[in-house]
């Protein structure tokens, strides 16, 4: 049988996404069935967001950190309530909430359903790895582009949307590599390149893809306004460098791109580190890296680290 919404393509993106919730619901709930739990999956958030928390929250506290409506979380509290898993209080200051914490039975049920997680989750993994193995980041940047930048507005501004894309290293695009970062890097060594840039620079395919790593390029309205380099450490580690965005567009989340896709390379070959050498003399960029959730960190053993050096960090996959 034609699978009429598959064919829609992006148009049925959300009716997608909503069935494979339910069948994920449907799934999870079999799961606690068939361990002789009374618990349902779609109460997970919820749950959860009450058993890690040291006091009581309210329904728009439990919305607000879940980020679903407040409708969703009170039906939840409600068949939580009925099963007794929680107690709901009236709010010493505040009379139109209601203050909500795990009951005893609630909270003796925690270390049953922690053992359930870890498999679920452990079984989830495998599953969306078949998608892509940075499905979870790549839903994140999903997230954080509607809450930007809802659909409805994007709607009415369509046809002046940027169109920003990042592509993996081909020959037509070898020049821009040096065309982009060696007038910003001369000006940082002041006019005194380091011999490994004076090779990467010119020949980033043979620095770096002969070595096992990768280039990416980034195109705004088709015009190259952005470079980095994937560079392999070894079986496990990459490294990211050269990282240069165009002055002239910057503030347009280029660079957070560019990040995300060596992220997300390095998720593809299973690596278990991203690492990064910079100087003290970026605040902004340094800012950007620990949003994206990488940490100080002494050189490995298998990094070339740079004379200009005076900041080593990583981001653990």
Known sequence: ????ITQLGYLACATRFRRISEKLHIDGDK???DSDLNFKASWFSVYYILATSE?????????????????TVKNIVRELEEQELVKVKSHPTDKRSKQIQLSAKGKNLLPKLQKIWSSFGATLKHLLDAGHPDFPNILSRIEAGLSANPIHERLKHLH????IRVV?????????FYELAAPWLLE?????LEEEDKITLQHPDKAYLDAGGFVFYALHDKKVVGVVALKRLDENTFEFAKLFVDRTIRKAGIAT??????????????????????????????????KLGFTDRAA?????VLKRTEKIMVLDL
């Open 168 to 176: 993996d290293y081909r020959p037509s695009l070898k020049k821009y």
């Open 31 to 33: 799961i606690y069935s």
């Open 257 to 290: 791109r560019l990040i995300e896709r060596c992220i997300s390379r390095c998720k593809e070959n299973y690596a278990t580190q991203l690492w990064l050498q910079t100087t003290m003399a970026m605040p902004e960029a340094h800012a950007l890296y620990y």
């Open 300 to 304: 490995p053993k298998q990094m070339a």
């Open 55 to 71: 006091a009581p929250r309210t329904v728009l506290e439990i919305a607000g950190e879940i980020g679903v409506s407040h409708i």
């Open 160 to 163: 002046t949307l940027p169109d």
């Open 1 to 4: 049988m034609t699978d009429k």
């Open 188 to 192: 940082v060594l002041k006019g005194k």
